[in-house]
């Protein structure tokens, strides 16, 4: 084991904390805080760089909390940040993004929290596996290793029954979801339903039931709509976010294209945007999962919406006013950029759940006339350094501009 004495300076992308070796190797410490000196164990060395995990703190940040979650202790990866105190959680993901942004090359970008949310009791889905007596466990930091846990700070009370008294067998994946509002429960268990004990009304699906084509689904409510979620289909962290989520994107829009007719919901999932800030303006959802259209159809039924099954970069643009796109974690990167470019959209809205992808769009989009406008950290992973950001981008002499 090799322990090093390192002086941290700042926070990465990634959650861990920034320091410099004599000899100018960058060091990426986790469970540490910039401006921190700590004792850290080396755990990968590369020419370049080294990752470290600090195992003692001599010069605490001001922002150093004790973790307020026991399984953190014990070992649980679960949660990377609780060791650092809310407000400084959510300032850092804002500092995080602007310094994504600037280099990405955009001048003083504006970056701003959004609605405020808990950190705690909120999130509608926890993904682990069975523990050896078949209690739900999340993995061990750094280790794909079970740690049976009986409670979890983060997670809905209706999901964190289900941690604390379910058993799942000797399942390998365990996805618990919940409607919080409409307090239906789903487990989807892998690769079989079997073993599997919880209370009655929660509705067991088998992972090998579902690639048979067995549908299984639950509703959750959120910003004035059900929504029919099914067992393959996204949805967001919770409907509180979703919310907090849906009030940004609709806030952008009416700064910045108040008069769009036309919305492309571009990586629509279960319809969210399209369903919500779309309300009035004919709208396109675009996106690839089987599961997720079905929901958009079902959730989208009365309003006048087009909605197609396909891959982004295989779409054939339409022309829209707002393009608000929501990609995976990757990004929209190239093929998604040209597509919204090619709808002639005066304005896009980034939704993105990945800062490195966030950054590699922004200079895409400049390149394709888009400007920044502004970006909204909206904290739906609270206690992680897990960021998602709401961005627009304007295009100012545009053909399908609608806006002001
Ligand atoms: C982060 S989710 C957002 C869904 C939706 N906007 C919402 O808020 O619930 C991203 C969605 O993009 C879809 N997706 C991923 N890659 C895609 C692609 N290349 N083309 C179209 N959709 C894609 C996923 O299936 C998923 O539903």
Excluded at 72 to 93: K, N, S, T, Y
Excluded at 122 to 149: E, M, N, Y
Aim: charge should be neutral.
């Amino acid at each position: 084991m090799t322990l090093v004495e390192l002086q941290t300076t700042s926070m990465a992308v990634g959650g861990e904390a920034v320091a410099r070796e004599d000899s100018g190797r960058v060091v990426f410490v986790a469970g540490a805080i910039g401006g921190e000196r700590v004792l850290a164990e080396v755990v990968d060395e590369r020419k370049s760089f080294a990752r470290a995990v600090s195992v003692e703190v001599s010069e605490p940040s001001p922002d150093r909390v004790v973790p307020p979650c026991p399984h953190v202790a014990e070992g649980c990866g679960g949660c990377d940040w609780q060791h650092i105190a809310e407000p400084a959680q959510r300032m850092l993901r804002r500092e995080l993004v602007a310094d994504v942004l600037a280099r990405s090359g955009i001048v003083d970008p504006v970056v701003v929290a959004g609605p405020p949310l808990a950190a705690a009791g909120l999130r509608t889905t926890v993904r682990g596996v069975a523990g050896p007596d078949g209690r739900f466990a999340f993995r061990r930091r750094r280790s794909h290793d079970p740690i049976q846990v009986d409670s979890c700070l983060i997670a809905h009370p209706l999901v964190e029954e289900l941690v604390a008294e379910g058993r799942f067998g000797s399942a390998r994946e365990v996805t618990i979801r919940v409607g919080a509002r409409t307090g239906e429960r789903m487990v989807v268990v892998g690769p079989k339903a079997v073993g599997v004990r919880v209370p009655d009304g929660v509705q067991v699906v088998g992972t090998d039931e579902l690639y048979k084509g067995h549908r299984a689904w639950l509703h959750e409510e959120a910003a004035g709509r059900s929504w029919r979620v099914s067992a393959g289909s996204f949805f967001q962290a919770s409907p509180e976010g979703a919310e907090a989520l849906v009030s940004v994107v609709g806030g952008l829009i009416r700064d910045h294209a108040p008069a769009a007719q036309r919305l492309v919901d571009l990586c629509c999932g279960v319809g969210l945007f399209a369903g919500t800030v779309g309300a009035g303006m004919a709208v396109t959802g675009v996106e690839r999962s089987a599961s997720a259209v079905a929901d958009a159809r079902h959730n989208l039924e009365g309003m006048e919406a087009r909605l197609i099954k396909v891959a982004m970069g295989r779409w054939r643009p339409a022309p829209a006013d707002v393009v608000v796109a929501d990609p995976a974690r990757s990004g929209l990167a190239q093929e998604g950029v040209a597509a919204v470019a090619a709808t002639g959209a005066g304005l896009c809205v980034l939704v993105s759940c990945d800062p490195a992808a966030m950054g590699r769009d922004a200079r895409l989009l400049a390149a394709a006339g888009y400007r920044h406008v502004g970006s909204t950290v909206v904290d739906l992973f609270g206690h992680t350094s897990h960021i998602e950001v709401v961005s627009g981008f304007r295009r100012d002499r545009s053909v399908g501009d609608a806006g002001a």
